[in-house]
Each structure stands twice: as C-alpha cells, then as structure tokens.
C-alpha cells in the first residue's frame, strides 16, 4: 500500500499525512484521498479500443457501438431503415454475435502497434454496453466471446501480448450497465429498490476481470441511470484500493453512478472528449476519438473522417499542458483488424514523441499555458539540475523563419535549443518578449513539421502563488497542481 507520505505525481501533487499504511473506507469522502499512482500522470498517453459485436454490424453512422440500442431501444427510423434494407427481416442481435469472429486478431500486432504509437497505457472494451464480454465470464453465459463467435479469450491474449512484447500498462473498459438485461430493467422498473443485476452480473463482473487480468486501470461507463448506491460502487472500489491484487497500481476514472462524473474517482473525464484549455485542479483524461465521427468501427469511413496528425498533435499538447491525459480512441473491425490509416496515424503519433517525447512524458504544467503572444502554443516543464526546464510546444511553422514568444522571462544564462536539432538556436531580447531564430525545416526532422519544440533552460520566470484557474471546492478537494 501507499505510505501515508508526501506523494508525488508530476502534475498533481496530493498530500497524505499520518503513518502507517493507508485503508480507504467506501465512503467517497475516504476514496476520494488515494494518491494516484505516480505511472498514470507520467504516462500521458494512451490508447482505447472500442470493440465488440457492434464492430461486426459497422453501421456507417455515430451510433455504430449503440447500434442496438439506436435499433431496438430508441427505435431511430433511419437505423431501422437500414437494418430492413440490409438484412433479412427475422434477424436478431445475436446473429451478429455469431459472425463476430475476430478471424484475423493478432493481439502481437497490436500491441507492436499501440507501442509504436508511443502509447504507454492501453484501455479495450472488456464490456460495452450491449452486455458482450470479450473474455469468458462466469457470469454472461453464452453472451461472451469464448462461448460465441470468436471463441477465444480476447482481452487475456491482449493483455498477455501487451505484458510479454510491451512496457504498456494495461486496462480494461467496463460498463456498469446493459441496455436489455431482464435484471437491469427490473431492477429500473424498481426504482433501483432491488439490486439483482448488480448482485448477480456487475459486481461479479468486476472483481472477476480484477482477479483474472489484473488491469492497471478500470474505465467504468454506463453508471448514469442509477445511482452509485445501487451499483455498489463505493464497496467494490474500497475493495479495489486496499485488498485487490492491484491495489497500488490501479486507477480509476469518475463514472460511478448518477452525479458523479466530474466530482468523484481516481482521475476525471467530465464527459467524453473533454479538453477544458485551461489548467485544471484535479487529474484529468480527454477520452476521444481518431475517427470523428464515431467510437467504434464504420464500414463507410473516408479520409477525411479521421483527424490528421496536425489535430491529433495540437490535442496532445494542449491536454497535456493543461494536466491531462489522452486517450485516442481506435475502432477495429470485427474480424480483429486495425486499418490502414489509424496504423498510420499511430505510427506518426509515434515518429513524433520519439523526438518530442521529453516535452510530453513525466512533465507537469508551467505557470503559462499557452503564449501571450503567438497562437498555437503550448508550454510544459520539467524539473532539472539547473532548476527548471520549459518546452514550448508550437503547432505551426513560422514562414519568417523566426517566432516571438511572449511568456518566457530570460535570464543571462538561458540557453534555447529546439528538440531533434543538435545546435542552440540563436535569439534576441525584443519588446514584446524573446525572437527565436529557428533553423532550416530541411535540417529538422520531418516530424516537426506537425508541431515542433522549443526547449529553454535557466528561464527568469516566478512560479504563480496561486491557481491559474478556480473551480468548485469539490473538484479540488484533495488535490492541487504543482507547477513550476
């Protein structure tokens, strides 16, 4: 367990005193003081998978993984529409289920792949909200992905090929609740008075994907109907944090019951494709998606539906200078396939942190976010031997072959240098700030053309008394930013 001690985690800095080691109560008030482990804040980046039965139907629209749902919940005409144009008229959810064979899943590959991308955490849909498990469940007869369709354990040979070919961490994405369960709609019918969905299938669920895998992080969904009473949620994570097999590695978002997404949990994601801006006072994560326009894997994606490396570059940046991390979404198709241009994408995303990667890992929030002067930047730093370092992350090329920068105060021994270029880069003190002269773009590497970065050392800046940004007392409650 976590010594009740000073703990630090780059970015957040959480302090814990007493002695001994710690026990969490299932109260939030007591879950909410576990330090998060150091990892996730240093990793910064990460990758999700949303994959399941739905990746087999590949519905060309935003729904795709609420494709049942859409079809036989809600009931949309469009989608109804295309199930009757498409199908034969007596076909059921389950058939898709049988044809979900993940014929050509190289859980090898994709882990070379997510490692490339220079991911250091993975996150797969053990669970969607279709009540799918893509391991075979003791508690999902006959609805997994050993007894039906691929008949294969497909999260234990990820996560056994992430572990042996990789230095990932892995986790695992969890919904909470499921759409049609018999026991979930009682139980709602019930005003949540009962719990035997929970008692029989969730909770079972959760500690079976604990004990079995070992996840470092569980990525809980699907809480927003009910309350966290009804699920338990305080129990299995009092559970999780003192007596489970990771209990000093794993971490937890925010969506644990209705009302508490953005106030309780390990880290928050507030709402999905959550990206503030602005520096934020608690751990965050910008859960998003490389494909714009869904989650999970289309059929009738183009080109132009997949965010380029520009965007997915200025992303990164601007989460990790505001405290969070990313986690990019993936869709791959039912017979287990990654596709071209997200390989591609991972793989720039992994050209471009093998040279800026000292900006983005292990790095905390500067006292500026972005540039008083020039758009499109974005700062970081790192303590070093000589105080602090700052990385000033810039999205665009200059065409004058210089950039002002207004945040930096130099000192008489700062010294400039752009990541990837071995030479110090000449400058000059100008009125509104310092005029950085930068070299030839055929003398960098090619990854710099998607945002390059600006490395200084020995800068004359004062570390902010005071939060750059103030929230509810109950964001940050337990936590502050440590910026330098």
């Known amino acids: 367990m976590f010594d009740r001690g000073k703990i630090f985690c780059l970015g957040l800095v959480v302090f814990f005193t007493g002695a001994g080691a710690a026990h969490y109560d299932p109260t939030w008030e007591s879950l909410d003081t576990r330090p998060l482990p150091a990892w996730f804040d240093e990793s910064k ?6 994959w399941g039965v739905f990746s087999q139907i590949g519905y060309g629209h ?20 295309y199930f009757s144009d498409n199908f034969a008229p007596d076909v059921t959810y389950a058939d898709f289920a049988q044809q ?22 993975v996150v797969l849909t053990g669970k ?17 992905a050993m007894d039906v369709g691929p008949r294969r354990d497909l999260v234990g040979e990820l996560a056994t090929a992430v572990r042996n070919r990789t230095d990932l961490h892995f986790g695992l994405y969890h919904s909470l609740y499921e759409w049609f369960n018999p026991l979930y709609l009682q139980d709602k019918a019930n005003n949540w008075k009962t719990q035997d969905f929970v008692n029989s299938k969730t909770m079972p669920e959760l500690y079976e994907i604990v004990n079995a895998y070992k996840p470092d992080v569980i990525w ?46 390990g880290y928050l994601t507030c709402t999905d494709k959550y ?31 997949v965010l380029s490396i520009n965007e997915l570059v200025a992303t990164l940046a601007a989460t990790v200078s505001c405290g969070g ?59 070093s031997a000589d105080g602090v370092d700052v990385y000033a992350i810039v999205l665009n090329w200059s065409a004058n072959a210089t950039v002002v920068l207004g945040a930096p105060k130099l000192s008489a ?72």
């Open 128 to 144: 969607h909200h279709e009540g799918f498990t893509l391991w075979p469940s003791n508690y999902s007869w006959n609805w997994n």
């Open 220 to 265: 809980s969904d699907g809480d927003w109907e009910a309350p966290d009473t009804y699920w338990k949620s305080t129990e299995f994570l009092a559970w999780l944090y003192n007596e489970s097999p990771v209990k000093d590695t794993v971490v937890t978002n925010d969506r644990w019951g209705a009302g508490i997404m953005c106030h309780h949990g």
């Open 62 to 81: 935003s729904y795709v993984a609420w494709v049942w749902w859409a079809w036989k919940g809600q009931k949309d005409p469009v989608v109804v529409k």
């Open 100 to 121: 979900f064979r993940a014929s050509f899943y190289d859980p090898n590959q994709w882990a070379d792949i997510f490692a490339d991308s220079g991911a250091k955490y």
């Open 413 to 484: 021994n700062t010294v400039i240098s752009m990541l990837g270029y071995s030479a110090s880069l000449k400058y000059r003190t100008v009125e509104q700030g310092v005029e950085i002269v930068l070299p030839r773009l055929q003398d960098v590497p090619a990854a710099q053309a998607w945002g390059y970065v600006l490395k200084m050392t020995q800068l004359n800046n004062k570390p902010h008394s005071k939060r750059i940004m103030e929230l509810p007392a109950r964001f940050k409650k337990h936590s502050e930013i440590r910026r330098y």
């Open 325 to 383: 991390n990313l986690l990019l979404n993936v869709g791959p198709t039912a017979d287990g396939t990654i596709i071209p241009i997200f390989q591609e994408r991972l793989a720039q995303m992994g050209q471009w942190l093998k040279v800026n990667g000292e900006a983005i890992y292990k790095n905390v929030p500067w006292r500026s976010q972005n540039d008083t002067l020039t758009h499109d930047v974005w700062y970081t730093s790192k303590k």
């Open 45 to 50: 980046f990460g990758i999700f998978i949303h």
């Open 275 to 305: 990206n503030p801006g602005v520096l934020q006072p608690k751990k965050w994560e910008n859960c998003m998606t490389m494909d714009a326009i869904a989650w999970g894997y289309r059929r009738n994606i183009s080109n132009a539906d």
